[in-house]
């Protein structure tokens, strides 16, 4: 009996097609080259023309067919003077698209075969191509603030107070927004005041869209502003949490998956990286609805984000 899937066909990625697609480094390094210089032309620095470049076999460069210029598709890429073999980096890059809670760099070091340090420095490289300047689109957006980090009552007594005496149980706080059936953006913040949540709507979401937020009064001045906002508000403290169309429903469920997912498979996460792991995060989310894999829109943020 056929067994039916609950994925379409366009968005499934399986590990069958990855060791059919990319069999060894010569084909991941070939597939680079094309997409970073289709029909493997280019422009030579020597000729100063577009050229065709051919493969040279003992090394990972292409020659120009006319004068023997060289060009490194894997210049200016996370790959850049790694001495992992690109196919590793990508298989990598595969796992950590293939989950929707994420992969640690322990994990990473298993599947791989590679040393800690090694999985530790991927992890972080590629994540960086998961960090966006995301503009919200929609005109109905939700607006919610969450703190981050452990009960103080739970850390161990030395992490309890801070080197110079004072309360160290501060927690991290995080701003985010989502358009509904769209995009989500969480941002790691100084404070929750304000002076620093207003501007950051003010700069991602558009003119005369409706926000809907809870009772923090941080909010308050939301309706005054001069992007002429439509401001919709639920009130918590009430305990009311659906009025109609009025709820923060979907910004609190992307919260509910951000703490789930980092709390089972990273644990814990330094305010210094935090941002890193949100822009994990929020890449998936964005991409749940694209006909196409996460693995190939992984693949796709190499070459834009090559210098």
Known sequence: MKVKQSIPQELRFTIEQFNRMFPDNDSCLDWLMAQRYPG???L???????R?????TTRKVYSCD??????APMAGTIFEKSSTSLRLWFYAMYLMSATRCGISAKQIQREVGVTYKTAWRMFKQIRTLMSEDVRLEG???EADEMY????????HANKRKGFDGRSNDEKTPVFGMVERGGCVIALVTPNAQSKTILPIIHERVLPESIVYTDDYPIYDKLAQH??????????????VYVM???HTNTIEGFWSLVKRGIGGVYHSVSKKYLQTYLNEYSFRYNRRMMNQPMFTSLLTQVIGKAE
């Open 66 to 71: 006319h004068c023997g210029t060289m060009i």
């Open 52 to 56: 065709k470049f051919h493969r040279v």
């Open 226 to 239: 001069p992007n002429g906002y439509v401001h919709r508000r639920i009130q918590h403290a009430q305990k």
């Open 139 to 141: 005109t109905t957006v």
């Open 148 to 155: 981050f980090g452990g009960k103080n009552k739970n850390k």
């Open 40 to 42: 493997y032309k280019a």
């Open 244 to 246: 109609g169309d009025i």
């Open 44 to 50: 030579c620095s020597y000729c100063n023309v577009e």
